[in-house]
């Protein structure tokens, strides 16, 4: 089991020696190593049993310290940084040659983000270099929302946990390139109308690739052990009568309905449906059932990205 604890002197001392540190962000819990060694980042990949086509976040204390990482900062990046750093946004630019081509699966770019949670910012700006942190989970599994979630299922493998407790957005940072324009490249914390409102009319390129630009584009992602159909939970029930069921619902109970269900937010708040999405999926994995039907929630702000996220879950590995 991995140590448990607030100290980020300690998490500072692990990293320093090139060891894996689990570190809160205000998405989703990330798994951390030194972003310019490139032995600590392959431990990374090695821990997730991740593919080395998809490259990682690297996270920075302040937008100033992006120019030690990229050769170009352009205007809307600077813009969209301004707005919303710290928090849930992820920007691809062109990277520097001191940053390891593992970091960036042998890309000519790298995903930089400044993280909203204070533990790690406080962390951050205690290190001399930047932090790689993809979510803290086996590749292609859950993301964790909560130190016990990593604990679960990587306690082995990392050598400290930083505690910041629950994750306030839950669902992953927005990614945006600039190709010919503004182009987000998955969908998260930060909603498309929000990036429009700094940078104008943005194209939205999240489909699946064998070979990303960024992280989270592949079209089996985020997926729990459980199956996952998606669709009219009413109509999908009598075409599954047959199954050990359990219902994902947006902010209501089906009512006269003997099978497990989960609600993500009971007051219809896309913000708390986000941030309890990835804790219910785990849940069902701890049920005594064999397939979990459900819906979609609206699909705007934030709701995109939990949609995009149930998508994801939803398709068959």
Known sequence: MAELGKDINRAKQLLDRGELVAIPTETVYGLAANALDATAAARIFAAKNRPSFDPLIVHVATAMRVHELVTDFPDQAQALAATFWP?????????????????????????????????????????????????????????????????????????????????????????????????????????????????????????????????????????????????????????HPNEKLALLRYHKRLPDTPVPQIVLSSSGSLEEAAQNLFAALRQFDKMDVTLVLAELVPDTGIGRAINDRLRRAATSR
């Open 87 to 239: 928090g849930p946004l992820t920007l691809v630019l062109p990277k520097k040659n001191h940053i390891p081509d593992l970091v960036t699966a042998g890309l000519p770019t790298v995903g930089v983000r400044c993280p909203s949670h204070e533990l790690t910012l406080e962390l951050l700006h205690l290190l001399d270099y930047p932090l790689a942190a993809p979510s803290a989970n086996p590749f292609g599994y859950v993301s964790p929302t909560r130190p016990e979630h990593v604990q679960e299922q990587l306690g082995s493998r990392v050598a400290y946990i930083l505690d910041g407790g629950p994750c306030r957005v839950g669902v992953e940072s927005t990614i945006v390139g600039f190709d010919d324009g503004p182009v987000i490249y998955r969908l998260g914390g930060v909603a498309v109308e929000e990036i429009e409102n700094v940078v104008g009319r943005v194209r939205v390129m999240t489909h699946s690739s064998s070979n990303p630009v960024a992280p989270g584009q592949l079209a089996s992602h985020y997926a729990p052990a459980r199956q996952i159909v998606l669709g009219n939970i009413a109509e999908l029930l009598t075409q």
